[in-house]
């Protein structure tokens, strides 16, 4: 066997990655960015068709059990069917809380909320650092970051449907019981009482009559204004995804402690998204999106151009870049939910949300090409996330709308409208709504 000159356990030491083993390591990262993906596709789509709720509670089950199984895996092939079945569950978990978060908080509070999602992602940055330096082994530390979620699960019985949800899928019944007891929740019994079926159902006849309609993802390709959404969106995800794991993998070219590189990334998060949250609020999601990663491409080639011994400028260019990728995440999953309409939002945010993972995985395989030049993995992650930048710039401005409902909400929608950010038209209906816009 090998003897290690470390205090540290972890799944190299215990299963001899070294070597012409070595990128094994590798693959597992790549086993588990490959469960997000399938996880994004097919959780998606479950998602439209039987609910937020049912698919955010099998998930928490399927992150837990599977997260506690890899902490006991006997072997490093069944090691890696576990990541991939977290990589599954942290799909469905993380689509589904983004989109019971758009449909159900008013449209003034959206942004804010969305980005408070994101502070809790940063939180764990800081947890997690310590954690580790606390539990070296890594099996323990594997079972003490999983066993938190059969608490989630178990909470998430208690999480309302999504009322938009259960009125275009013939639920009207159903949906009234959760508005009433969300509003005797909130204090405001009575106005609830006085809300009525009836007047549940005039309020969206038209989305009713036309939520009859099963779509699937291929409706994402075969309507011309999806079709130019999806591209974009996309795209913007594609290269949020590679740009972001590109600085996040070269870690060791900046000449800084590990766990404290990992901490200064987690607190570049405090401010980007609190500059987020304003930029959302009052730039608009349209302007947010675009400059977050036209910034952090330019910081990305910037990189380029400044020598190896200027260790200090590196790390600052790439916690600037990552600050702005990480609003360029907090704006594209609200985004990206308020540009789908309510019956095939999900689905819309599996396919967008997938290309993250995709960039992901084929991030590692740039570096090599440094083999030939050193500069040239920097040149390509920072033209990416130019190009995801510019294709932002050709997306509706969605600041202060309703959430679109139908399909046939974005096929009224000229395709001559002046300019890539004209408002929606679903943004003009007025009339009484009987849930939060």
């Known amino acids: ?45 479950l998602s439209d068709r039987f609910g937020r709720r049912p698919i955010l509670t099998c998930s928490y089950l399927l992150l837990a059990a599977s997260g506690s199984g890899a902490a006991f895996s006997p072997t490093f092939p069944i090691y890696v069917v576990f990541r991939f079945l977290c990589g599954f569950g942290i799909s469905g978990i993380t689509l589904s809380t983004v989109i019971l978060n758009v449909e159900w908080v008013p449209t003034r509070m959206r942004a804010i909320m969305s980005t408070a999602l994101g502070y809790c992602y940063t939180f764990g940055q800081f947890i997690l650092p310590g954690l580790a330096y606390a539990i070296p082994q890594w ?80 409706d994402l390709f075969r309507i011309p204004m999806l079709r130019r959404m999806t591209f ?8 949020t995804g590679f740009a972001y794991y590109s600085l996040a993998m070269g870690v060791e070219e900046f000449g800084v402690n590990l766990y404290i590189l990992q901490i200064i990334f987690g607190g570049v998060d405090v401010p980007a998204k609190f500059i987020t949250i304003l930029s959302l609020s009052y730039l608009g999601r349209h302007t947010t999106q675009a400059a977050a990663l036209l910034l952090a491409g330019g910081a990305i080639l910037a990189l380029t151009f400044v020598p190896l011994d200027l260790q200090t400028v590196r790390t600052v260019l790439a916690v600037f870049g990552k600050g702005c990728l990480s609003s360029s995440f907090s704006c594209l999953f609200l985004y990206t939910s308020e540009l789908y309409p309510t019956v095939i939002r999900q689905t819309g945010m599996g396919v967008s ?85």
């Not at 490959?34 to 998606?44: K, S, T």
């Not at 530390?141 to 259960?166: A, D, G, K, M, N």
């Not at 974009?232 to 290269?239: D, E, G, K, N, Y």
């Not at 997938?354 to 084929?362: F, K, N």
Request: a neutral charge.
């Open 1 to 45: 066997g090998w003897v290690y000159n470390s205090t540290k356990d972890s799944i190299v030491t215990e299963w001899d990655l070294v070597c012409n083993s070595n990128k094994l390591k590798e693959m597992a990262q790549s086993i588990f960015m490959a469960g997000i993906l399938i996880g994004g596709i097919v959780l998606g789509d």
């Open 232 to 239: 974009c969106l996309s795209l913007a995800w594609f290269a």
């Open 353 to 437: 949300n997938l290309w993250t993972r995709v960039g992901s995985m084929v991030s590692p395989l740039v570096k090599i090409t440094g083999e030939v030049q050193p500069f040239i993995p920097n040149i390509i992650y920072g033209i990416t996330a130019l190009l995801g930048g510019s294709a932002a710039l050709f997306l509706p401005e969605t600041l202060n709308q309703p959430l679109p409902e139908t399909i046939e909400d974005l096929e009224n929608w000229s395709v001559t409208a002046s300019g890539p950010i004209s408002a929606p038209p679903w943004g003009s209906r007025s009339g009484p709504r009987a849930f939060p816009e």
């Open 139 to 218: 099996r323990w530390l594997q079972l003490t970051v999983s066993i938190p979620f059969f608490v989630f699960f178990l909470s998430s019985w208690w999480t309302p449907e999504s009322i938009r949800w259960l009125v275009l899928s013939g639920k009207s019944s159903k949906a009234l019981k959760i508005l009433r007891r969300v509003a005797a929740f909130n204090g405001k019994k009575e106005e609830g009482d006085r809300l009525s079926l009836e007047e549940l159902k005039l309020n969206l006849q038209k989305e009713i009559s036309l939520a009859k309609a099963k779509y699937t993802a291929s």
